[in-house]
């Protein structure tokens, strides 16, 4: 595939432009309208951290809302936080937008497959950033760990997935890569290395002790959480058990057994060990991971979504035929329902009472994550020797940290 230059730039730079400049608008359409209430919970962690203030403390003066994430996000945060706050708020859009941009970059892909999901997933994207959120930051070190493991790279992998877990939960699904690691043991030591480093990490912060007492608090907000996450007007809770209580009407339907039903299909897959030498599947696996730590949780809400649409579409390009009649509908399900349903672009007499009220957002990705694991279950990736398994194999032994081109 030729790849057309336009003003000097071909088309897959000019998504790493596009990217970038929904991040710098969203930042100077919040700023200036002073709506940028995530970031400012962000960016005062850093100085609560410092001043070993309660970083779990409601600050109705700063900002409202609460803070969720773990204690080593402070640091994490410290680039943007000492900036003049318009500077720092462009560098934390920037940053994330980057992120994932990087971590796409770094996937085993043709350039054409890289054009697709960045074009596919930037209504997801945009949803993200313009929300202020750290999802696709998260979903970068999901990717990443996997890219990673792939590359027997187990050092750097277990980094992110111990840095994100530490910060926002989600990234422990990149455990699961670990059947996939060439060196299991060099896996679990640099997994409890990064453990240990980042939990002593925000002490470079505060003292020890505010630190240490910081993440029983940090599991008690979390949990707290969960119980008001699940009621009827609230803007989370669009995954499954959401779904269901919405559906029904009932708002005691428990989490659990659907959490223990999603984990079971999540990981029998896995003991299909004869088909770990296809790529496919593991990419198909990573797909599943992707969606899976979405759908069933209760904060999943709108702008989490990047993360799921994400597997979605790695799931869909790997295929020997993308688009496909049921795939083309599923592709337009994720991008009008998922992407579109809870925006302006929808009118609101249809938004409200329709795709809010019933998490209908949640809908297509729950159809497509049913049909991801049925293929894991069933199909002989070995036998089918896919394009992306004879695709990989050409690019296996080649650096994939190529240039941007």
Known sequence: MTNKRVLYLSGYQWLWVLYIAVAAYTCLFKYTRNIDNNYKIFRASYYHAKAEKNLYEAYPQEYGDMYFYGPVFPVIVAPSALLPHGWGFLLWEIANAVAILLAIHFLPFTVRQKNQLLLLCAIEYANSVFYMQFNPAITAMILLSFILVERGKDQWATLFIVLGF?????????????????????FILWSAIWLVV????????????FVLNSYPQWLAAVHGKVGLNAYFDSPQDICVMGVVRRVTGNINVPNLPFIIAGAILFLLPLLRFSQYKSFMYRAQVLASALIFIVIF???AE???????????????????????TTNIIFLVLVLVITGLGLTDAVPKFIRQPYIARYSMKAWPVIIIWGKIVYELLFKNFVAANSKIDQQYNRLVNKDWLVKIS
């Open 166 to 186: 530490l910060i926002k939960l989600y990234p422990i699904i990149g455990l699961t890569f670990f059947l996939f690691s060439r060196n299991k043991g060099r």
């Open 198 to 209: 980042f939990l002593a990490l925000p002490m470079v912060l505060s003292s020890p002790a």
């Open 297 to 299: 949780s209760t904060g």
């Open 302 to 324: 709108h702008p989490t979504y990047i993360i799921a649409v994400t597997g979605v579409f790695i799931w869909m390009l790997i295929q020997d035929k993308p688009y496909t």
